[in-house]
Structures are given as C-alpha cells and as structure tokens.
C-alpha cells in the first residue's frame, strides 16, 4: 500500500484546513486508515481513524469536536478536515493505513503502512 499525503499549510488561529491521503496498490475489504501527528521529540500521536467497512470513526480527545475523517471510496482518499485549529495543532501529520481492523487502531505501533508528512503551521 503506498500513500500520498497533501494539503499542509499555514492558518491562523481559527482557521481550517483539509489534509488528503490517497492510498494505491494492495487493498482489503476491511481495512483502516489514521492521522497521526508528531512534534520534534515527542512520540507520534494519535489524531483521528476510519474503519473502511464499519464506516466508523474515531478520534483523539484533542481535536474531537473539530476535526472530521471521511472518505472517497471512488477517489480512494480519505480526508481530515480541520477546523477551529490552534497553535498547539501545529506539527506535522501523517497518513497511516493497515489491512484489515485492530481495536488498537489509536497506537501508531500498528500501522504498517505511512504517507510522507505534511506540515500544519497555525499561526497565533
């Protein structure tokens, strides 16, 4: 599985973004796709997840309320729309993806599959 992540940038306090992942090559029926985030020195950090066949999501306390996962199956894309974004969301994300479902889906530890980064500037 190969991802492509875009669609960093710079905002202002209260700004919104939208990050795109596009995935290629080997798929499963059941499989989930995550954002994570990581600050220099820090550990990567869970953002948000969508399981493909439950159409579930889920997502970290931090940005529950304003940030949304969703997916283009035709377009094989899953998105984060960011909103309401903060200084402290400034970092960089990531894509992940992993075939089939783990209930562990917040822990980075079980992605096997990642975009590049794309850096996301909120500016105060």
């Known amino acids: 599985v190969q991802l492509q992540a875009s669609g960093g940038g710079l905002v202002q306090t209260g700004g919104s973004l939208r990050l795109s992942c596009t995935a290629s090559?080997?798929?499963?029926?059941?499989?989930?796709m995550g954002w994570f985030r990581q600050a220099p020195g820090k550990e990567r950090e869970f953002v948000a997840a969508?399981?493909?066949?439950?159409?579930?999501?889920y997502y970290a306390d931090s940005v529950k309320g304003r940030f949304t996962i969703s997916r283009d199956n035709a377009k094989n894309t899953v998105y984060l729309q960011m909103n309401s974004l903060k200084p402290e969301d400034t970092t960089v994300y990531y894509c992940?993806?992993?075939?089939?479902?783990?209930?562990?889906?917040?822990?980075?530890?079980?992605?096997?599959?990642w975009g590049q980064g794309t850096l996301v500037t909120v500016s105060s």
């Open positions: 992940a993806a992993r075939i089939n479902w783990s209930v562990q889906y917040y822990s980075h530890e079980h992605y096997p599959y």
């Open positions: 090559g080997r798929t499963s029926v059941d499989y989930t």
């Open positions: 969508f399981r493909l066949t439950a159409r579930r999501t």
